[in-house]
């Protein structure tokens, strides 16, 4: 089993940053990339960012690609989402994911974090 936690969600104004961190327990081997999810009230569950273990490149939401950055630190299995030039459209409730191999579809990720909020105001 894996455990995933998400931290620093928070409020920020519009043009702001954020960075998120995702911290990964348990068998972290069975997840080969790590994923990050948003859900914003009343809209499906929303791909935002992915990252392999092994350090594939990065793959990213047309959304969000130039502003919002993932990376991770095996050592501490622990995974990031450094998020900058903050719009009103980016909040939402923000998920850390596991899965086989990274891709934008969220059936092929198997665990996920309880979510934090993001919250930007104009």
């Known amino acids: 089993q894996v455990q995933l936690v998400e931290s620093g969600g928070g409020l920020v104004q519009a043009g702001g940053s954020l960075r998120l961190s995702c911290a990964a327990s348990g068998r972290t081997f069975s997840t080969g990339a790590m994923g990050w999810f948003r859900q914003a009230p009343g809209k499906e569950r929303e791909f935002v960012a992915a990252i392999t273990w092994s350090g594939g490149i990065p793959l990213y939401a047309d959304s969000v690609k130039h502003r919002f950055t993932i990376s991770r630190d095996n050592a501490k299995n622990m995974v990031f989402l450094q998020m900058n030039s903050l719009k009103f459209e980016d909040t939402a409730v923000y998920y850390c994911?596991?899965?086989?191999?990274?891709?934008?579809?969220?059936?092929?990720?198997?665990?996920w974090g309880q979510g934090t909020q993001v919250t930007v105001s104009s």
């Open positions: 994911a596991g899965g086989r191999s990274y891709s934008g579809k969220t059936d092929e990720y198997a665990y």
